[in-house]
């Protein structure tokens, strides 16, 4: 029997929240999902509290990943050190709160997963992504391994997809907030997709209300995201593992409304 594992994109605010709540535990026993991981770092609309994560484990996520804005929300930080089912981006530097690596007890087996960013136009102060990655690799014991590499560039994702072809089970990117076309396993049986999408309002710009984005590149002043309203999505990939060789069978990206 296979092991199904389904990636959800990025969760953006109340909007998002309000549709992993009403859709993602149905979704689980269609799709007859073993096992989900949510990046949740927008679930503020920038941001994530200690309140909303626990909201997102409710809704049936079994790890929250997190990116660019792990640090937005300073009330986190004792979260991150207090749960280990919440995971921000293993290249911050060591002395951070937290950790970008766990591994997570389910009835295929052992799993491992690992949180990245990117650094191709995130200014942040972190670590190489691929030595980072590369270095990992070399001592993960586990045979199931889950890589949410959150980052801009889509070279930057592929080149991490292709580094770990054949170490990871599955490798998907987050951050953009589009869904990509390209679901695949690569040639050594990882599964990957460049993007997975986001959960929040359909008719928005990243999950923020249209005529406050198109403001903002017109030149208006800066004032704080509000979410778009109206019909939400849930987007993400599922990934079909076989647990004897952690070796991926099938992605295929999905979208629910």
């Known amino acids: 029997m296979a092991f199904r594992v389904l990636a959800v994109g990025d969760v953006c605010g109340q909007p998002g929240l309000d549709m992993l709540e009403r859709r993602l535990k149905d979704l689980k026993k269609e799709r007859n999902i073993n096992f989900i ?32 804005h792990t640090w937005t929300r300073t009330e986190l930080q004792p979260y991150l050190d207090e749960r280990t089912k919440i995971l921000r981006p293993a290249n911050f530097g060591p002395q951070c709160p937290g950790r970008g690596i766990a591994v997570y007890s389910t009835a295929f087996g052992d799993v491992c997963v690992l949180n990245l960013m990117g650094r191709f136009t995130l200014d942040s102060n972190t670590d190489n992504p691929f030595v980072i990655a590369d270095g990992f690799m070399e001592e993960i014991k586990e045979k199931i ?77 800066p004032r704080r995201y509000e979410s778009g309203k109206g019909q939400c999505k849930l987007e993400g990939c599922i990934f079909e593992i076989d647990p004897e060789s952690g070796k991926c069978i099938s992605a295929e990206g999905i979208r629910i409304t």
């Open 37 to 68: 991981v949510v990046n949740g770092e927008n679930a503020n609309v920038v941001g994530i509290t200690p309140r909303q994560a626990d909201q997102i484990f409710r809704a049936g996520a079994d790890v929250i990943t997190l990116g660019n």
């Open 145 to 221: 391994i889950l890589v949410d590499f959150h980052a801009e560039g889509t070279s930057e994702k592929r080149a991490m997809g292709y580094m770990l072809d054949g170490r990871a089970s599955a490798v998907w990117g987050t951050h953009t907030h589009v869904q990509t076309s390209d679901a695949c396993v690569l040639p050594n049986g990882t599964g990957y997709i460049s993007d997975i999408g986001m959960t929040g309002p359909v008719h928005s710009v990243l999950g923020i209300d249209v005529q406050q984005s198109i403001g903002k590149f017109l030149g208006d002043p």
